[in-house]
């Protein structure tokens, strides 16, 4: 493989972690705004989603994507708290991303 195939392949696989992380921070921030978890068990929650939807799409029989539920708040929430509770995730979210 060539050094720019490399860095490629790098690259995509860098900004597929950032998108994932983005992903969790961006479930788990309803969560902790709405109080329902503290924010490591809501990054917990929202990585383990990501990470059965991506076994989902494997699995030619469907069963994983009907069992894997979105982790939902209880309560609405103010869209300006929910971003700066999303910002404030970022660097846990993409430690979790690393795990995926």
Known sequence: MG???K??????EEQ?????A???ARAAAPLVAAGDMGRVKAVQAATEWVRRESEAEGDVTGVIAVENKFPTPSKEVDSKQIAA?????MDAARAAADTL
């Not at 860095?7 to 995509?12: F, I, K, N, Q, R």
């Not at 597929?16 to 994932?20: I, K, L, N, S």
């Not at 509770?85 to 995730?89: G, N, P, R, S, T």
């Open 3 to 5: 050094i720019e195939s």
């Open 7 to 12: 860095l490629a392949v790098e690259g995509a």
């Open 16 to 20: 597929h972690r950032e998108d994932c």
């Open 22 to 24: 983005r992903l969790i």
């Open 85 to 89: 509770i999303e910002h404030k995730l």
